[in-house]
């Protein structure tokens, strides 16, 4: 399947439906089209905002979170010190990244493949860079894992809710930071991320009282 060659979330999908030959309504692929414009700006915005003092930190905090190393590590600890409340948030919030993991790769990212931000182009500064991801741009797989993981500890554990969730938060927006991300991506993936994990956390909360 071919990479759809435009940038925000919201243009992919009104470029799907006019495709498909359903009927849409004109309002609809216009709303569309002005989120896309909206996204494309935000990703602008923030490229050209000199945030020099943050740039370093940002960076490092999305490159913590490739293949989920900061939530497994996470996972790890709370099960050493968490006793057995923090032993199934652990195992909650890892299952929940796995299933996340997989729906996001292997099933949205093929229903709408679209290329990353030209970060040149848009003149995100250097100092920012991470490494590109090979894989297409919608929506973010970061953003997904982190809210998943998140959202199905802090279902276990409330006191952690809003500590992981700031920093799903957090490495979300590294994302767009970095330039490898547009925010409509970023903001998708949160989305089915804290779907997938309240639904991983609700079941193991039923099967394991």
């Known amino acids: 399947m071919p990479v759809i060659e435009v940038g925000p979330a919201a ?17 609809s692929v216009r709303s569309l089209q002005e989120l896309a414009r909206l996204d494309r700006a935000l990703y602008a915005a923030i490229a050209d905002v000199p945030t020099p003092t943050l740039d370093e930190p940002i960076r490092l ?92 500890v802090g279902a276990y554990a409330p006191v952690l809710g809003a500590p992981l969730r700031f920093m799903a938060a957090a490495v979300a927006y590294s994302r767009v930071h970095t330039g490898v991300h547009y925010p409509g991506d970023a903001v998708i993936g949160s989305l089915i991320g804290a779907s997938i994990g309240g639904l991983v956390a609700a079941f193991a909360r039923r099967r394991f009282p």
């Open 61 to 152: 905090l999305s490159n913590s979170a490739n293949y989920s190393s900061i939530w497994l590590l996470a996972a790890g600890a709370l099960a050493i010190v968490g006793g057995r409340t923090g032993r199934r948030a652990a195992v909650a919030g890892v299952v929940a990244i796995g299933i996340t993991s997989a729906v996001v790769n292997q099933g949205v990212k093929r229903l709408y493949p679209r290329a990353r931000p030209d970060r040149a182009a848009e003149e995100v500064p250097v100092q920012r860079y991470v490494r590109m991801p090979d894989s297409t741009s919608f929506p973010s797989g970061h953003s997904a894992s982190g809210f998943a993981f998140a959202t199905a």
């Open 11 to 27: 243009e992919v999908l009104a470029s799907r439906l006019q495709e498909s030959g359903r009927e849409v309504s004109v309002w």
